[in-house]
């Protein structure tokens, strides 16, 4: 198990190491920025660049980006939207805000959503069940961003029960925050909800018809004591992981949903990086970004090894 | 009679026949009519009843995408100044009062003042703007020492016809075409021109025909009508006046104002909206931020999603079915070098992919190439490893090694063999790679990542994006299109679920 972990991480790393790689020549093939003449920083942007060898061969650009950012933690200057700025410390900044209303939306939105699935599996194919399962479908089908217009619309202009745009600041978690914050969450939790429920739901419903359930109910447990012992269990095995990935995904914020709510966050960032061309904290999301996607799937296949024991990792099919 | 036909024990003997005695059996013909796979497939799905109702949906949205831009008045590329962000407005359904499609826009808290100004707008140019009134508010308030009655009212407004006059210069030329026009179909575009000097210095109110005082509140004569303060100074305007002429005009008002070179005129605009269009504005489900016709623009939009969607799952189906059709019939060292080139390419992130296609071959293959090539680079993966699985799941079959046995080659046993088999499970995930194309496409047009309005004039993601920007004040602007997307999202994934469940039985594990 420790063999596959590490074997698995191993091989994260590479294929991280690769994407970096490929985005990192791409973006350092573009045209670079004109610098104001003027201004204090240019002398010492220009500088770096030269330190960071920006008419050497790619290879070698990008081995001195790596031993930079291994070493000393150095992802570079911006260049354009915080003038001579740090990179990462712009991105640390930034990175509370996402977090926060991510950890805010999935705190309630996973128990509501498995709670919702159990819910519709133990009522098959009754009207709760349709109900649900027809309303998880739709609520899935639709964008994030189309609830995002009809809440700030419905709760923030009309009832008026919201402010428009987040709070500014960084009282993360103070009372006037949270309500600022709320019809971002709401936008979000309702993807969430859905899928939630759909995977539990159908797990639920297979795990249940199982025929260790059946002995389950003839050795004399009662449908309750059935159902919590043994089908949530095993039902889990699937939504464990999937909570996990969830969690690690809160790091990411929502490109759209910063945008339309004025979250300060890393979505936000990583969309004015790119339409003010800021190439190095570019760099830093995209690197930011693929090693989320990547982590989120890692973590999801280890964990399934250790949650459910009959999943051997790494043994041969 | 019941006793015949239930009691077993004592049937006689000559109730017996022999079905044969001195004749050979053969199989018989199949009595019912045979059904084939998409026939039985088919019944499967019309037992589905969201799916049937989605896919009707579906119809409705893809034939509004169709048929709209031909059947609206405008084009994509027909953009108008002043009508912008408004309501909906069709001229024929607005006179018939039911309160639809009126251009309505609701004013709250118009005191008497406002009220006058709306009179003033319906008195000179014969349209009233006020369709109705919603509510009267009496307020008692303390004026100079005294409690007076304050009235308020919250009206809805026609807001094409509120928008009354614009000040517009003309050249000699297009201000006698004008002319020409004028009275040729009877209809007054040029009214008199009102000297800013005489309405006490106001510009910029173009609506303002009558004498105000210094506040800008309309004075009114002994019998509460308006005061005209129209110019007549006719000198220096270059080309004469020599068309309809307003009531109560001797001839003596001036209808232009010289402006080097050019005459600017007072214009009603709803009129000379008809001088430049031909017709009367007429929009459906309004204009936004860009004075276009929603009507046409979003199905002009879905039109493009849908095209680009299909094309974009039919190269990734194409490229997909080869590649994991390769990886899975050859197996082994060939499966895993390939499975790694998928793990590196789906783990770069979709906007990066996006952003760097439109930075690198924007130039070259322009916006929308990029676009696609950015789909294309990552989107083939995912329908790779659905013919992966299918391939490992024919390739060690009887028919297979029968098929090898007798000659065949490896392309023909992937492609003529071991791939039709396959073929059900991939178009069926088609369908529902559409939508997420879709929704994909108009989250990048949405962020201004891919601006497309170049090549497809706009697209659904452009129009929320415009929408957005004044989400408060012409709320349609973005309702419109919201209301389609979903729909359009919703339908399509619950046809595609319909149409999996109903081609691979097997899979379906919700409904047993």
Not at chain 2, 336 to 359: A, E, H, K, N, Y
């Amino acid at each position: 198990m420790v063999k596959y972990v590490l074997k698995r991480t191993l091989y994260m790393i590479l294929v991280f190491l690769l994407i970096t790689f490929m985005c990192f020549v791409l973006i350092r093939m573009l045209p670079l920025p004109v610098l104001p003449p003027e201004d204090v920083h240019t002398k010492i942007v220009m500088m770096r660049r030269e330190a960071l060898g920006y008419n050497k061969p790619y290879l070698e650009q990008f081995g001195i980006f790596l031993r930079n950012v291994l070493t000393r933690w150095d992802w570079g200057l911006s260049e354009k939207l915080y003038y001579g700025q740090d990179v990462w410390s712009i991105f640390v900044q930034k990175l509370p805000a996402s977090m926060v209303v991510n950890l805010y939306s999935i705190i309630w939105t996973i128990p509501v959503g498995i709670a919702l699935g159990i819910f519709a599996a133990l009522k098959k194919n009754t009207w709760v069940d349709y109900a649900i399962s027809t309303l998880t479908m739709v609520v899935i089908s639709v964008p994030a961003f189309v609830y995002a217009f009809l809440i700030q619309y419905l709760l923030c202009y009309k009832l008026q029960w919201f402010p428009f745009l987040m709070k500014g600041g960084t009282d993360w978690f103070s009372w006037p925050m949270f309500v600022s914050m709320v019809p971002a969450i709401l936008s979000l939790s309702f993807g969430t909800i859905a899928g939630f429920a759909r995977t539990t739901r159908a797990e639920l419903t297979e795990v249940l018809t199982s025929e260790f359930m059946l002995l389950a109910r003839t050795k004399g447990l009662t449908k309750t004591q059935a159902t919590v012992r043994h089908a949530l269990r095993n039902c889990f095995v699937v939504i464990v992981p999937a909570i996990f990935g969830q969690f690690i995904g809160i790091l990411g914020g929502s490109l759209i949903i910063e945008g339309i709510f004025g979250i300060p966050g890393v979505g936000g960032l990583t969309l004015n990086a790119i339409n003010g061309l800021d190439y190095n904290i570019f760099i830093l999301t995209t690197c930011f970004y693929t090693a989320i996607g990547l982590a989120a799937g890692l973590v999801v296949d280890i964990s399934y090894g250790f949650i459910d024991p009959r999943i051997r990792m790494g043994s041969k099919k | 009679m019941m006793n015949n036909t239930t009691n077993y024990d004592h049937i006689p003997a000559e109730r017996f026949a022999f079905v044969q005695e001195n004749e050979k059996l053969h199989d018989q013909d199949l009595q019912t009519k045979s059904r084939g796979f998409f026939a039985d497939a088919m019944l499967r799905f019309s037992k589905n009843k969201s799916s049937v109702i989605a896919a009707w949906i579906l119809l409705f949205l893809v034939l509004f995408a169709i048929f709209s831009p031909i059947i609206s008045r405008y084009s994509v590329y027909d953009t108008d100044k002043l009508y912008v962000n408004f309501p909906a407005y069709v001229p024929g359904v607005a006179a018939m009062n039911i309160g639809i499609m009126d251009g309505a826009k609701t004013f709250d808290s118009q005191n008497d003042t406002a009220m006058l100004k709306w009179r003033a707008i319906a008195e000179e140019t014969g349209m009233d703007p006020v369709l109705r009134v919603l509510n009267t508010h009496e307020t008692e308030v303390k004026y100079r020492g005294q409690m007076v009655t304050r009235t308020t009212y919250d009206i809805e407004v026609n807001y094409y016809f509120a928008t009354g006059m614009i000040y517009k210069t003309f050249s000699y030329d297009e201000y006698k075409a004008l002319q020409a026009w004028q009275n040729e179909t009877g209809i007054q575009v040029i009214y008199p021109y009102v000297d800013p000097a005489d309405i006490n210095g106001q510009t910029d109110t173009p609506n303002v025909w009558y004498q105000v005082d210094g506040s800008g509140v309309p004075v009114l004569d002994k019998d509460g009508n308006f005061i005209p303060v129209y110019s007549t100074n006719t000198s220096g305007t270059g080309v004469a006046y020599d068309s309809i002429r307003i009531d109560g005009d001797d001839g003596s008002y001036a209808y232009a104002s010289a402006k080097a070179g050019a005459v600017q005129c007072r214009v009603l605009y709803y009129n000379y909206y008809q001088y430049v269009n031909g017709h009367e504005p007429s929009y459906i489900l309004g204009t936004n931020l860009m004075g276009l016709d929603l009507f046409c623009a979003i199905g002009a939009g879905a039109r493009f999603s849908l095209i680009f969607a299909i094309l974009v799952s039919v190269i990734n189906l194409t490229i997909g079915a080869v590649y994991g059709a390769i990886q899975g019939y050859y197996g082994g060292a060939v499966d895993m070098i390939l499975d790694r080139i998928c793990d590196v390419l789906s783990g770069v992130p979709f906007v990066v992919v996006t952003t760097l296609f439109q930075l690198h071959l924007a130039a070259k293959v322009g916006a929308l190439g990029a676009f696609l090539f950015a789909f294309v680079l990552t989107g083939w993966i995912s329908m790779a490893a659905l013919t992966r699985k299918q391939f490992y799941r024919f390739k060690g079959q009887e028919f297979v090694m029968a098929a090898r046995t007798l000659g065949a080659s490896d392309w023909r046993l992937m492609f003529k063999h071991i791939f039709p088999n396959a073929i059900g499970t991939i178009i069926t995930s088609c369908a529902l790679v559409i939508p997420s194309t879709i929704s994909t496409e108009t989250q990048m047009t949405y962020l201004g990542i891919v601006n497309l309005r170049a090549f497809a004039g706009t697209t659904i993601g452009t129009l929320l994006s415009d929408g957005r920007a004044a989400a408060t004040s012409a709320p349609h602007a973005i309702l419109w299109p919201s209301i389609f997307l979903g729909l359009l999202m919703i339908s399509f994934n619950l046809f595609g679920n319909g149409l999996r469940d109903a081609f691979n039985p097997t899979t379906r594990g919700v409904d047993d």
